[in-house]
C-alpha cells in the first residue's frame, strides 16, 4: 500500500474515531517482487542490470555479504520471508474509508520521480 494511502487511513481514523474496530490494510494488487525491481528501475531511470539467480545462490550470497556488513540492505531472513507464499487480504478500503487506492505504478511514480512532501 503506498504511504499516502496509509496516511489518508489514518487521517480517517482521526476523524471518525471508529470504536473497536480493527483494520487488516494491504494493498489491493498482487505485486511480484521482480515486478517491484523493475518498476523502481523504470521509475529511476536506471540502467542496472537484473540477473535472475538460483534462490539457493542468492541466499547464500547474501549470507556471505551479512559477514561482512554490519548493516545488509536485504537479508537472507528477508528472502524467506518474500518467498513464503503468504496472500493477505485485507478490507475493502473505497468501503471502510471512502477513496480508491493507489495504483502501484502510480505510487512508484509518484515515489521516484514527482516530489511530493505531505500525506495528501
Known sequence: ????????IIEYCLVHKPS????DIVGEEQIYYIDMIRSIKKHKRLNTIILNIPYVLFSKLLKLYSLISSDPPFTADQLKALTAGDMFHGVDIRKEFGFDQTKF????YMTFQKNHHDCG
Open 20 to 23: 473497536g474496530k480493527t483494520y
Open 105 to 108: 505504478d502510480d505510487a512508484m
Open 1 to 8: 500500500m503506498y504511504s499516502i494511502d496509509f496516511c489518508r
